[in-house]
């Protein structure tokens, strides 16, 4: 049974609807000329926000719209900052008319951030007017200054609704996200959003209710797609300037924020009211840095868990005020293992070798990851990386030289003892598992691997790495991409003028002939009924291989003892 709510919706629709049917396209845009020309058609406003709708046709919206557009933009600096009038204003007629004109505004803003978001709004040249008309009263609702709770409702509409954001994400960020005070409140309002939802999933994580968990998570990735398409707070110097939306942004000294005239506006930006540019990237840091670990600390999808991690070391960690405040977030994800330590390897390494954090069991954790799946793992490129400054890729150079130097007396006495390998794989700490008293001998092996690839790959590590100033470090992401099934593909699509043959006098048995592994057999168990049965098959393969290729140029050379 439908609540009381809905059917009262449903009844308001249904007036709105047949208001619509009285007016056609001429005299809809009558009433807007008789609204902006006259306080004497002050009623027209209440047909008019009837067409602003996500279930308007197209034209009827844009005919609406522009003049109400128009209408409140000439009476926004004189109305009430709300709607509820006090019991001392109530004999004021004055004061009832521009309280009843707000009420009506907030009537047509929420209609705008309805159309922006709803999926009945297919139109992208409707959605981008009406993104344009929020945006500019946005820049002066607030008393000519940037009015932030519009704002921040129509970026809460966009993260809650139900339909994608792509093209509103790409408006904003072609067109408004260039501006300073823009991203300013952008970054306070996905803030607050993040914390929101943090509370909601403590709230709700007993309940077990898997809807609001599917909800929460939509969430999760808007709030995503919105910080991601935000331009980094870099490049702001005391020299560059800082383009704002409004023309008097937030960034004003306290003191200073009274309305001004269009020339003191003017003075202003050559005077000493607005902050440095030093001081406004510091103020966006701030904000930018909050957004972040508000939003890290949200239960992330998996997904989503791993596009953070795999550019936090480049998009984020760089632009926060102090990188610290995200130790939490990173210690957790390295101790997950498998392939999520990996991804935030990059970024611990980060907070270790240049701010300055303590992190005692690293080494022993990623040694831990070095097995066999990980050579495999879709980013292990980015595991055999750890890309620093040079300065400290050379302090562990020459550290390691002092180790090998220290440790040389040792080796000479362990390569007497033949036969022997020291290295001990069980063991956890690789300071404990005698790796230094071991050698590769699995590269010589590899060294006459049948492979020509993998053969070829083991000679470039044959130089002498030891002298630093002859040789030079390889790029290990060059060699990490490879697998069998690359080398596969590289192969077939090779075009080769000349093909090698192999000739044998006798069909073989097998791969490898017994002469390359000597004191070790290679049986097949085969009956003789079966091997007559193969020969025959074979022999009529033959025959019909040879029927097939009668008049060709050439013939394969088959021969059989």
């Not at 009537?107 to 992208?124: G, K, M, R, T, W």
């Not at 408004?176 to 409140?185: A, H, L, N, P, W």
């Not at 508000?294 to 984020?316: A, G, I, M, N, Q």
Request: with cysteine; charged share 25%.
């Amino acid at each position: 049974m439908a609540s009381s709510s809905s059917i009262i919706a449903l009844k308001t629709r249904s007036k709105k609807n047949k208001k619509r049917e009285k007016y056609s396209l001429s005299e809809l845009k009558t009433l807007g000329h008789q609204l902006l020309s006259s306080k004497e058609h002050i009623n027209n406003l209440c047909p008019l926000l009837t067409f602003v709708s996500p279930t308007s046709p197209t034209q009827y919206a844009l005919e609406a719209l522009v003049p109400l557009h128009s209408f409140f933009m000439a009476l926004l600096p004189r109305l009430p900052a709300s709607s509820t009038a006090n019991s001392a204003a109530l004999h004021d007629p004055d004061f009832i008319y521009r309280t009843w004109i707000r009420s009506k505004f907030d009537d047509f803003v929420n209609s705008l951030i309805a159309i922006s978001v709803s999926p009945q709004s297919q139109e992208e040249a409707l959605r981008e007017v009406v993104l344009d008309t929020i945006m500019e009263l946005v820049k002066v609702g607030n008393g000519g200054r940037f009015h932030s709770a519009i704002y921040h409702r129509f970026l809460h509409s966009i993260v809650h609704s139900s339909t994608g954001i792509d093209v509103l994400l790409d408006f904003l960020e072609s067109k408004f996200f260039k501006y300073i005070d823009v991203r300013y409140f952008t970054y306070i309002t996905l803030e607050k959003l993040a914390r929101t939802l943090e509370i909601k999933d403590i709230s709700e994580n007993g309940d077990g209710n898997s809807h609001s968990r599917e909800s929460i998570e939509i969430c999760i990735r808007k709030i995503l797609h919105l910080l991601s398409r935000i331009p980094a707070p870099k490049g702001i110097n005391e020299n560059a300037g800082c383009e704002t939306w409004n023309g008097l942004g937030v960034f004003i000294k306290d003191g200073n924020r009274e309305e001004h005239s269009e020339q003191e506006k003017a003075e202003d930006k050559s005077s000493n009211n607005t902050l440095s540019a030093a001081n406004v990237a510091k103020k966006i840091k701030v904000k930018f840095t909050k957004a972040w670990i508000s939003f890290l600390r949200l239960p992330l999808p998996l997904d989503v868990y791993k596009e953070v991690l795999l550019t936090l070391h480049l998009s984020v960690i760089p632009h926060l005020s102090n990188p610290i405040l995200l130790c939490d977030f990173l210690t957790s994800s390295y101790d997950i293992g498998g392939v999520t330590s990996v991804m935030a390897l990059s970024s611990l390494y980060i907070l270790m070798t240049q701010h300055g954090l303590d992190y005692p069991n690293f080494y022993e954790k990623l040694y831990a990851l070095l097995v066999p799946s990980i050579f495999m793992a879709r980013h292990r490129a980015k595991f055999f990386e750890e890309d620093g400054d040079p300065t400290a890729r050379a302090d562990a150079r020459d550290a390691k030289d002092s180790e090998r130097e220290k440790s040389s007396t040792s080796l000479e006495v362990s390569a007497k003892e033949q036969g022997i390998d020291h290295f001990n794989i069980t063991e956890v700490n690789p300071i404990k598992a005698n790796a230094m008293k071991s050698s590769l001998w699995e590269i010589d092996t590899l060294h006459h691997h049948y492979c020509p690839f993998v053969s070829r790959f083991v000679i470039s590590l044959e130089d002498d790495l030891t002298v630093r100033s002859k040789t030079t470090e390889f790029a290990v992401k060059d060699f990490t991409s490879g697998s069998y099934a690359t080398i596969f593909r590289e192969e077939i699509s090779r075009r080769v003028k000349q093909v090698p043959l192999a000739f044998y006098k006798a069909t073989p048995t097998s791969l490898f002939s017994e002469l390359d592994f000597v004191g070790w057999t290679f049986k097949y168990e085969q009956n003789e009924e079966s091997i007559i049965t193969n020969t025959d098959d074979y022999s009529k393969n033959i025959k019909v291989s040879e029927e097939h290729e009668h008049g060709c140029a050439k013939k394969p050379r088959i021969e059989c003892s």
